[in-house]
């Protein structure tokens, strides 16, 4: 069992970053659109889908595999899981940050310009290459 829950556990990763890496990119381009115009709505319909179909629920997964992978393995007490879980935390901060900006451009009152976003768009990248090698290397073993 452990084996298949850490596939589902990689595969949610996946999803939750390709997501998490996309969404700020349609901050870019939807501060380039006029509020109002069918491009903005558009917009507005791809960032709520993907929060609420794909990140969402790929987070929600990864978190109880990843819980359960923890647990079952015995890695609860070893260094390199509470850096991992610090920068996983942190990454969920992210996302609900970036949950907010949604609602934000929903309404109509994004407070962001596109270089933030741009900006933004790196911090799940570095985050998730901390995570990596954290997992892979186990540097506080």
């Keep these: 069992m452990y084996l298949w829950i850490k596939a589902l556990h990689v595969i949610a990763v996946i999803s939750w970053m390709a997501g998490m890496l996309y969404l700020p990119r349609l901050f870019v ?3 380039e659109a006029e509020q109002g115009s069918t491009q903005s709505e558009t917009f507005k319909v791809m960032e709520r889908r993907l929060l609420r179909a794909i990140i969402n629920p790929a987070m929600i997964v990864t978190w109880l ?3 359960y992978l923890a647990w079952s393995g015995g890695w609860f007490a070893a260094p390199w899981l509470h850096g991992k879980l610090f920068l996983v935390l942190v990454l969920s ?4 940050f970036f949950a907010r900006c949604v609602k934000a451009f929903a309404a109509d009152r994004n407070p962001h310009s596109q270089k933030f976003y741009r900006i933004i768009n790196e911090v799940p990248t570095v985050l998730m290459i901390g995570i990596v090698i954290l997992v892979i290397v186990k540097p506080f073993s």
């Design 29 to 31: 381009y939807h501060c």
């Design 65 to 67: 595999a990843g819980l």
């Design 93 to 96: 901060g992210i996302h609900g």
